[in-house]
C-alpha cells in the first residue's frame, strides 16, 4: 500500500535506454567468421571425431605389435618366415608362401583362382645392422625385397601432426566464438571492436533530435568544424580535439554523436569503454592504439567512446593501487588524445552520465576541451519528442500530446519514446485501430506504478485498510500548499503495490524549498496515519512510504543543511549527481564525526514525528471526508481527479 503517487518521477523509472532511439542507418558489416563464415554446429565436432576415430580403426589398429630383432632371425632360421618385406623403419615378416604377385600380396582375400591358399601370419622387427641377416636369407630361401616410404611417412607427418593441431585450433576457435570471443584471436587481440559506419551510412540527422536544443546548438558547430576546418584555422582558431556529452541516462547521448556523424557527412567510429578492457593485460591499450590509427587513415571522421567513465575513472581513489589494466588504457588515451593533430578532423565525441568520476587529465583543455549537458526535456521539448516518436503512430483525433507531455515532467526521451510504444500496445491489445488518449493514460500509469494485477485478491479488511491509507495519502496532499494535484487514486494491485495514488506536477520545478520538503513527508506519511486512526495498529503497508520519508529527512540535515544544529551545512561532499539525482554514500565512509551521527539520527526520528502529528491533525480535522474517499476507493476501486474534488473540496 506503499504511495506511488507521490513518488519523484525523477526517480520512479527506470534509467536503461539511452535516449530517443531511430534506426541505425547503414549497412551492417560482415559478420567474419574463421574459415569461410561457416555456422559453427557442434555436429561438425562429432563428425570430424568419429571420422578419425574410424580412421585409427580401419588404417591403425591392424598395426601388427614388434617383436625382438633376435626372435625375427631365429624365425627365419627354422624356416618359419618365407617372405621379408625391408623399409627403413621396420623389417616385416611372411610365414606364407608368396604368391608371386605384388597384387597377389596386397589382396587380402583367402580365394585364389578358386583355390583356398593359406593365411599368412605377420611378424615386425625394428632393423638392426646386421649383415648376416642378408646371408641367412638367401641359404634359407627367404624372398626379400625393399620397399619405399616416401608418401607414406607424409601421411604419417599429416596424421600425426597436421590434423591433430588443426583439430584443436578448430575447437579453440569455436569455443572462443560461443564464449563471446572472450580474449578474442591471439594474433588479432590488440584490435579495436569499433562498429566502422562508412560515410553517408549514417541516416539520423539533427531533426531526428528533439528536446536538446542546447545541445544541439554547441554540436552543430562541430559540425560545421568538420565541413568547413579552413573558416577556423584561417584566423587562427583550432578545432576542439574532444566533446564530452554529460546528461542521465536515456536522454539522447548517443543519438546527438550519430546525428553529427550524419550531418558532417564523415566515418563514424562507434566503442563502448568497455570494450577496450579485456581479462589478458595491455589489450585496452593496444586497442585504443589501433582505433586512433585506423580513425588517422580515414579522416576527418568521429570517434565516439559511449560510457567513458568505464575507462575513464579517476586514478586519485585508485584503492588497488599498481598499475592496473584500466588505468594503461587511460593512459594510452590521454597520450593519443595529445598526439593527433588538430586540424587533421578527427574529433573524439564521448559520452557519460557520471562526469565526477573521470580523471581530471581527460577533462582538461586540449583533451576535452567542450562538455555539453544533455539533460532532460522540459515541456515544449517533451511534446517535440512525442510529436517524433508517434509519426509512425496512427493516433486518434481526440489524443492531445501537450497533455502528455505535461504529467510527464521528469521523463526522459527513452522514457517517452517508451510510452508512446507502450499505448500503441495497449491500443492493438484493446482491438482498436488508433491510439487514444486513455492508451497514453494507461501507459503512463504502467511505467510509473507497474503493471495492474487485477486478479489478486484481497481480504476485505485487507482492501479496507488499502482504500484508507490511499484516501489518506490524497487527502493530505489535497490540503498540503503547493503539493502536485492528485490526478487519480486505485485500490487495484499494480507492481509490489496494493494501491496508489498518482500524483503528476502541473508544471517542471528544478529548485524545492524547505515546506515543500516537509509537505512530501506528509503526504508519505498520510498514510500511516490513516490506518491508525481507522484500525488502531500499523501495518506493513506503509514501508517503502517510511524509507522515501525518512530519506528526505537524512537530505534535510546532511546534504541540505537545514537542520537546527548544523544550519547552512553540508555534511557530505557527495552533492547532487546528474540530473538532480543524489549519488549513493560510499560504503563504510563517513565524513563526520560519531557524535553527529547520533544527532542526524535524533533530528531524523524528531522530524519525522513532528510531521506525524501534523499530519494526524490534518486528517483528524477531515474524518468525515476521509471516510467518504475511502467508501468510494471500495465501491468504485478508482476516483479520477474529478471524482475526488467533488468529495474533498477545499483547495485541491
Keep these: 500500500?506503499?504511495?506511488?503517487?507521490?513518488?519523484?518521477?525523477?526517480?520512479?523509472?527506470?534509467?536503461?535506454?539511452?535516449?530517443?532511439?531511430?534506426?541505425?542507418?547503414?549497412?551492417?558489416?560482415?559478420?567474419?567468421?574463421?574459415?569461410?563464415?561457416?555456422?559453427?554446429?557442434?555436429?561438425?565436432?562429432?563428425?570430424?571425431?568419429?571420422?578419425?576415430?574410424?580412421?585409427?580403426?580401419?588404417?591403425?589398429?591392424?598395426?601388427?605389435?614388434?617383436?625382438?630383432?633376435?626372435?625375427?632371425?631365429?624365425?627365419?632360421?627354422?624356416?618359419?618366415?618365407?617372405?621379408?618385406?625391408?623399409?627403413?623403419?621396420?623389417?616385416?615378416?611372411?610365414?606364407?608362401?608368396?604368391?608371386?604377385?605384388?597384387?597377389?600380396?596386397?589382396?587380402?582375400?583367402?580365394?585364389?583362382?578358386?583355390?583356398?591358399?593359406q593365411p599368412e601370419a605377420v611378424y615386425r622387427a625394428v632393423p638392426l645392422y646386421d649383415p648376416d641377416i642378408i646371408k641367412l636369407m638367401d641359404e634359407k630361401g627367404v624372398n626379400y625385397y625393399g620397399v619405399s616410404r616416401e608418401g607414406s611417412a607424409i601421411l604419417n607427418i599429416i596424421f600425426s601432426w597436421v590434423?591433430?593441431?588443426?583439430?584443436?585450433?578448430?575447437?579453440?576457435?569455436?569455443?572462443?566464438?560461443?564464449?563471446?570471443?572472450?580474449?578474442?584471436?591471439?594474433?588479432?587481440?590488440?584490435?579495436?571492436?569499433?562498429?566502422i559506419v562508412a560515410e553517408g551510412d549514417i541516416l539520423t540527422r539533427f531533426n531526428d533530435v528533439a528536446g536538446v536544443d542546447e545541445a544541439k546548438e554547441e554540436l552543430v558547430e562541430v559540425v560545421d568544424f568538420l565541413k568547413n576546418p579552413r573558416k577556423y584555422t584561417d584566423i587562427g582558431g583550432k578545432i576542439p580535439k574532444g566533446v564530452l556529452l554529460v546528461g542521465p541516462p536515456g536522454t539522447g547521448k548517443t543519438l546527438l554523436a550519430r546525428a553529427v556523424a550524419g550531418e558532417a557527412g564523415v566515418s563514424f567510429f562507434r566503442m563502448s569503454g568497455a570494450d577496450f578492457v579485456e581479462m589478458f593485460v595491455g589489450v585496452g591499450a593496444a586497442r585504443v592504439r589501433d582505433l586512433f590509427k585506423q580513425a588517422r587513415d580515414k579522416a576527418p571522421c568521429i570517434i565516439f567512446i559511449d560510457e567513458l567513465d568505464a575507462i575513464g575513472k579517476s586514478r586519485i581513489n585508485n584503492m588497488a593501487g599498481g598499475n592496473d589494466e584500466r588505468?594503461?588504457?587511460?593512459?594510452?588515451?590521454?597520450?593519443?588524445?595529445?598526439?593527433?593533430?588538430?586540424?587533421?578532423?578527427?574529433?573524439?565525441?564521448?559520452?557519460?552520465?557520471?562526469?565526477?568520476?573521470?580523471?581530471?587529465?581527460?577533462?582538461?583543455p586540449g583533451r576535452f576541451d567542450r562538455q555539453v549537458l544533455v539533460d532532460r526535456p522540459d515541456l515544449k521539448g517533451r511534446e517535440e519528442i512525442l510529436k517524433i516518436h508517434s509519426k509512425a503512430v496512427k493516433l486518434s483525433s481526440q489524443t492531445d500530446l501537450t497533455a502528455v507531455a505535461r504529467i510527464t515532467s521528469g521523463f526522459s526521451g527513452a522514457d517517452l519514446a517508451n510510452i508512446v510504444n507502450e499505448a500503441a500496445l495497449l491500443a492493438v491489445r484493446a482491438g482498436r485501430q488508433q491510439v487514444f488518449q486513455k492508451d497514453f493514460d494507461e501507459a503512463i500509469e504502467k511505467t510509473v506504478a507497474g503493471l495492474q494485477k487485477k486478479t489478486r485478491v484481497l481480504?476485505?479488511?485487507?482492501?479496507?485498510?488499502?482504500?484508507?491509507?490511499?484516501?489518506?495519502?490524497?487527502?493530505?496532499?489535497?490540503?498540503?500548499?503547493?503539493?502536485?494535484?492528485?490526478?487519480?487514486?486505485?485500490?487495484i494491485p499494480?507492481?509490489?503495490?496494493?494501491?496508489?495514488?498518482?500524483?503528476?506536477?502541473?508544471?517542471?520545478?528544478?529548485?524545492?524549498?524547505?515546506?515543500?520538503?516537509?509537505?512530501?513527508?506528509?503526504?508519505?506519511?498520510?498514510?500511516?496515519?490513516?490506518?491508525?486512526?481507522?484500525?488502531g495498529e500499523y501495518s506493513t503497508g506503509a514501508a517503502n512510504d517510511l524509507t522515501k520519508a525518512t530519506d528526505i529527512a537524512r537530505k534535510m540535515i546532511t546534504d541540505y543543511g537545514m537542520s537546527g544544529r548544523f544550519r547552512n551545512v553540508a555534511l557530505t561532499s557527495r552533492g547532487a549527481g546528474m540530473g538532480g539525482q543524489e549519488r549513493q554514500e560510499p560504503m563504510f565512509q563517513r565524513e563526520y564525526a560519531e557524535s553527529t551521527q547520533q544527532y542526524v539520527d535524533e533530528e531524523i526520528a524528531r522530524m519525522v514525528d513532528q510531521e506525524y502529528k501534523k499530519t494526524t491533525e490534518i486528517l483528524e480535522e477531515r474524518r468525515a471526508v476521509l471516510d467518504q474517499v475511502a467508501a468510494a476507493l471500495l465501491e468504485k476501486e478508482t476516483l479520477d481527479e474529478k471524482e475526488?474534488?467533488?468529495?474533498?473540496?477545499?483547495?485541491?
Design 459 to 491: 481480504k476485505p479488511e485487507e482492501r479496507r485498510l488499502t482504500a484508507y491509507h490511499e484516501a489518506g495519502h490524497a487527502l493530505v496532499a489535497a490540503f498540503t500548499p503547493n503539493a502536485d494535484p492528485v490526478q487519480k487514486i486505485s485500490i
Design 327 to 364: 588505468e594503461q588504457t587511460l593512459n594510452q588515451l590521454l597520450v593519443e588524445m595529445d598526439g593527433f593533430d588538430a586540424t587533421s578532423g578527427l574529433i573524439i565525441l564521448a559520452a557519460t552520465n557520471r562526469p565526477d568520476v573521470l580523471d581530471p587529465a581527460l577533462l582538461r
Design 1 to 117: 500500500m506503499s504511495d506511488l503517487g507521490s513518488k519523484d518521477p525523477q526517480k520512479g523509472k527506470k534509467p536503461n535506454q539511452d535516449g530517443p532511439h531511430f534506426p541505425f542507418g547503414g549497412p551492417k558489416l560482415p559478420d567474419l567468421k574463421p574459415f569461410g563464415g561457416w555456422k559453427f554446429s557442434i555436429i561438425y565436432i562429432l563428425v570430424l571425431i568419429i571420422g578419425l576415430s574410424l580412421f585409427n580403426y580401419v588404417f591403425l589398429s591392424k598395426v601388427n605389435p614388434t617383436i625382438d630383432f633376435s626372435e625375427f632371425k631365429a624365425k627365419i632360421a627354422n624356416g618359419e618366415i618365407k617372405r621379408v618385406e625391408m623399409t627403413d623403419s621396420y623389417y616385416t615378416g611372411f610365414t606364407a608362401p608368396n604368391r608371386g604377385q605384388a597384387a597377389a600380396r596386397r589382396d587380402p582375400s583367402p580365394f585364389r583362382g578358386g583355390g583356398y591358399a
Design 494 to 535: 499494480r507492481g509490489f503495490a496494493l494501491g496508489y495514488t498518482l500524483q503528476m506536477p502541473v508544471e517542471d520545478r528544478y529548485t524545492i524549498t524547505r515546506s515543500d520538503l516537509l509537505g512530501r513527508i506528509d503526504i508519505l506519511l498520510g498514510g500511516r496515519v490513516a490506518e491508525e486512526m481507522v484500525s
Design 644 to 652: 475526488f474534488k467533488e468529495l474533498a473540496g477545499g483547495p485541491v
Design 163 to 195: 590434423l591433430p593441431i588443426a583439430f584443436f585450433i578448430f575447437i579453440w576457435r569455436f569455443v572462443m566464438k560461443r564464449m563471446g570471443n572472450i580474449g578474442g584471436n591471439v594474433l588479432s587481440v590488440g584490435q579495436n571492436k569499433a562498429v
